[in-house]
């Protein structure tokens, strides 16, 4: 048995023994789906708690390829039609924060609200 090895089974057997925990469990993240087709999309506002971390699954109904963006969150996803994805957001203030399609942006413009 290699030397890491033996520290880290000893380091885990150690954890147990004094209650700690040995990982640290996932955090649940709050879940919200945007649907994007051909120049629209579906819901145009999003509210979302402030001060937490949270998930947007990102679906492509259209027959075209369309892109998720936020400049001011710093995401962009691009799906394939039929294709869908998602992003994970880090904690925000509160406040508005706009998202769109970047392919379509004069029709596809939505918006996220950290309440």
């Known amino acids: 048995m290699n030397r890491l090895y033996r520290n880290a089974l000893l380091i885990s057997a150690l954890s147990v023994l004094m209650g700690l925990p040995v990982m640290a469990q996932a955090e649940d993240l709050s879940t919200f789906k945007v649907e994007l087709a051909d ?5 145009a506002r999003l509210e979302v708690p402030a001060g937490k971390r949270f998930k947007i699954l990102i679906f492509n109904r259209g027959n ?9 969150l710093r995401k962009e996803k691009v799906l394939a039609p039929g294709a869908d994805s998602f992003v994970v ?11 769109f399609d970047d392919f379509h942006q004069s029709t596809a413009q ?4 950290a309440k």
Do not use: C, N, W
């Not at 120049?39 to 819901?43: A, F, K, N, R, V």
């Not at 957001?89 to 998202?99: S, T």
């Not at 939505?110 to 609200?113: A, F, H, L, P, T």
């Open 64 to 72: 075209s390829a369309v892109e998720f963006e936020s400049v001011q």
């Open 110 to 113: 939505g918006v996220i609200v």
């Open 89 to 99: 957001v880090a904690p925000l203030d509160a406040g508005e924060y706009r998202f």
């Open 39 to 43: 120049g629209h999309l579906t819901p």
